[in-house]
């Protein structure tokens, strides 16, 4: 059988009458893309699965229940959809909630939200399925980067932290590794680079600014060698402006990749979707009660193996440490 992942893992199936979904993408595996071999891989229970976890869209529209399709739809289906594991006692990573938000220690290797293919494996879902609550990002990390998260409650919640983010109320500190010496004799503590304005992976960076590209500053704040195999800087990050992939594309651009993270460069990797990435401290101002400061402090999640920077990647492995909390009032 031919490799089904040479075509992007989708088919387009375009319908010529009135009928139930499953019937036209067990036509079109048949009839049109037979090459492929998919009449191994998708049954009608298969395809029945793939509505559940949101892998099949109608016209751009994402579907969890079979629809009736007629001539003139378009149906795209994520056959093999990208699974995430679900991290035990989910809760107990919630360090801080009130009516409006939760502060959530994130682990690496899931992503916050739907992903495209799949709209079950994710922290919004997971969230909502243990709490009932329909809760809202409001910033995010990448699926390979652990740490920190602010979660909304309610849309008017998203909306308030959002405000907050625009005037750059909020504070964000990483932890990360990166590959080789950074010597900062050569680089300034203060980096910028200009983001091209686009929507895929891997996000591209420059040096010099220009139309369509978007301002990303990043404040090394403290770094240390660390002689292992591959030898690696330890840093500690301000981030200033919060672009999609921004620390890991810059830390790409100057040729000092996050470790493990080979979309942008890393030469080895520990885990797919797992990276040398920890959100460690965040702070803002309450927006809704603006004479408390919320200042979260959260421990490493990163091991040394043989002298080299591992992260604790492994769900059953995670002994989560509590996090340091401070509330005060201002």
Same mark, same amino acid.
């Given at each position: 059988m031919n490799?089904?992942?040479?075509?992007?893992?989708?088919?387009?199936?375009l319908?010529s009458?009135?009928?139930?979904a499953?019937?036209?993408?067990?036509?079109?595996?048949?009839?049109?893309e037979?090459?492929?071999?998919?009449d191994?891989?998708?049954?009608l229970?298969?395809?029945?699965?793939?509505?559940q976890?949101?892998s099949?869209?109608?016209n751009k529209?994402?579907?969890?229940?079979e629809?009736?399709?007629?001539?003139?739809?378009?149906?795209r289906?994520h056959y093999?959809?990208r699974?995430y594991?679900?991290?035990?006692?989910?809760?107990n990573?919630?360090?801080k909630?009130?009516?409006?938000?939760?502060?959530?220690?994130?682990?690496s290797?899931?992503?916050?939200?739907?992903t495209?293919?799949?709209a079950?494996?994710?922290?919004l879902? #997971? @969230?909502?399925?243990e709490?009932?609550?329909?809760?809202k990002?409001?910033? +995010?990390?990448?699926? &390979?980067?652990? !740490?920190l998260?602010?979660v909304?409650?309610?849309?008017?919640?998203?909306?308030?932290?959002n405000?907050v983010?625009?005037?750059?109320g909020v504070?964000?500190?990483?932890e990360a590794?990166?590959?080789g010496?950074?010597?900062?004799d050569q680089?300034?503590?203060?980096?910028?680079h200009?983001?091209?304005d686009?929507?895929?992976?891997?996000r591209h960076?420059?040096?010099?600014k220009a139309?369509?590209?978007?301002?990303?500053?990043?404040q090394?704040?403290?770094?240390?060698i660390?002689?292992g195999?591959?030898t690696?800087? #330890? @840093?500690?990050?301000?981030?200033?402006?919060?672009?999609?992939?921004?620390? +890991?594309?810059?830390? &790409?651009?100057? !040729?000092?990749p996050?470790?493990?993270d080979?979309?942008?460069?890393a030469s080895?990797a520990?885990?797919k979707?797992?990276?040398?990435l920890?959100?460690?401290?965040l702070r803002?101002?309450?927006?809704?009660?603006?004479?408390?400061f919320?200042?979260?402090?959260?421990?490493s999640?990163?091991?040394?193996?043989?002298?080299?920077?591992?992260?604790?990647?492994?769900?059953?492995?995670?002994?989560?440490?509590?996090m340091?909390?401070?509330?005060?009032k201002i």
């Amino acid at each position: 059988m031919n490799d089904p992942q040479r075509k992007g893992s989708v088919l387009h199936v375009l319908p010529s009458q009135q009928g139930p979904a499953s019937h036209w993408i067990l036509d079109h595996i048949q009839r049109v893309e037979p090459e492929l071999g998919l009449d191994q891989i998708l049954s009608l229970d298969r395809i029945q699965e793939l509505f559940q976890l949101g892998s099949i869209y109608l016209n751009k529209k994402r579907c969890f229940h079979e629809p009736l399709v007629d001539q003139g739809d378009y149906l795209r289906v994520h056959y093999q959809p990208r699974r995430y594991p679900r991290p035990d006692h989910l809760l107990n990573r919630v360090q801080k909630e009130d009516e409006y938000f939760w502060i959530i220690d994130k682990p690496s290797g899931v992503p916050c939200h739907p992903t495209v293919d799949n709209a079950q494996d994710n922290l919004l879902s #997971w @969230l909502a399925q243990e709490t009932g609550i329909d809760a809202k990002i409001t910033h +995010r990390l990448d699926i &390979g980067t652990s !740490g920190l998260l602010v979660v909304a409650k309610s849309p008017l919640a998203a909306s308030a932290f959002n405000k907050v983010l625009l005037k750059q109320g909020v504070e964000k500190i990483y932890e990360a590794y990166v590959e080789g010496h950074m010597n900062f004799d050569q680089y300034p503590t203060l980096i910028t680079h200009f983001m091209d304005d686009e929507l895929w992976a891997p996000r591209h960076v420059h040096l010099e600014k220009a139309e369509n590209r978007l301002e990303c500053r990043l404040q090394v704040l403290e770094s240390e060698i660390k002689n292992g195999v591959p030898t690696s800087t #330890w @840093l500690k990050l301000r981030l200033e402006t919060g672009r999609t992939h921004q620390i +890991r594309a810059q830390m &790409g651009a100057l !040729g000092h990749p996050i470790c493990s993270d080979q979309m942008y460069g890393a030469s080895f990797a520990c885990s797919k979707d797992r990276w040398a990435l920890r959100c460690t401290e965040l702070r803002f101002r309450h927006p809704f009660r603006y004479d408390e400061f919320w200042d979260f402090r959260s421990p490493s999640e990163f091991g040394q193996q043989n002298n080299t920077p591992i992260p604790r990647f492994e769900f059953e492995h995670f002994a989560h440490s509590p996090m340091t909390l401070a509330t005060s009032k201002i």
